[in-house]
């Protein structure tokens, strides 16, 4: 069965520090593996999405890493600035197909002037 | 394009109370899916859909239903609203299975007391 474990839960940083948020998943047999950030009281936003054959995918100051083999993700986040704040979930689908996904429980990031 | 929307944005249901909530997407994705998020935890999977007229239980099915008769629109039904069913629950999409984001909407906020 697919779980997905966040670390750490929270994290409050100055701005201008690049940041690393965790991701660890049991089911190493995934296709995909996707970041959403989700903003108070709204619903989620795609980041970044890593197909099994991929090893990194990057958007602007935001890099993900997968590594299949340790059940591993992370979240690279450069120069970190405040409009940041905000809560990243990663997602990691159920085995048997359909785009399923199995969520971790977030990071609550605050970054502060 | 309005993307994923999703009506009421908030309710107060009273125990034994029934609702429907909408979700309506305009993109023709095949896939659809209900999530619910609990306070501090990540969303966990109600019900999804693969198109219309199918549809099909998630990892907490108990106390929903869903109905699908079109592309675009997918309600999620509470028949018996139970406090443990307190939460915010957000429709998604997707074009497909072959590892594509889902698009969320942005979430009803249901108190039941």
């Not at chain 1, 970044?48 to 993900?64: C, K, M, V, W």
């Not at chain 2, 307190?86 to 072959?98: I, L, R």
Request: hydrophobic content about 35%; glycine content about 10%.
């Amino acid at each position: 069965k697919q779980e997905v474990t966040q670390i750490p839960a929270a994290l409050s940083v100055p701005e201008g520090e690049n940041l690393v948020l965790n991701c660890s998943f049991t089911d190493s047999a995934i296709y995909n593996l996707q970041w959403f950030r989700q903003d108070p009281g709204k619903g989620l936003t795609s980041l970044l999405l890593i197909q099994s054959s991929q090893r990194e995918q990057t958007s602007g100051r935001l890099n993900a890493s997968l590594d299949k083999s340790s059940g591993r993700s992370t979240l690279y986040i450069a120069a970190s600035q405040p409009g940041d704040s905000a809560t990243y979930l990663c997602a990691a689908p159920i085995s048997g197909g359909y785009n399923k996904l199995i969520f971790g429980a977030g990071t609550r990031l605050a970054v502060h002037p | 394009n309005a993307g994923v929307t999703q009506t009421p944005k908030f309710r107060i249901l009273k125990i034994g109370q029934s609702m429907t909530l909408q979700c309506t997407q305009d993109m023709n994705h095949n896939y659809m899916y209900w999530y619910r998020q609990d306070p501090g935890m990540g969303l966990k999977l109600i019900y999804y859909s693969v198109g219309a007229g199918i549809t099909d239980k998630g990892e907490v099915p108990n106390g929903y239903n869903v109905s699908r008769s079109t592309t675009e629109d997918f309600p999620l039904r509470l028949e018996l609203a139970a406090p443990s069913q307190t939460s915010v629950y957000f429709c998604a999409s997707s074009f497909g299975q072959g590892g594509e984001t889902q698009y969320f909407g942005p979430g009803t906020r249901l108190l039941v007391l």
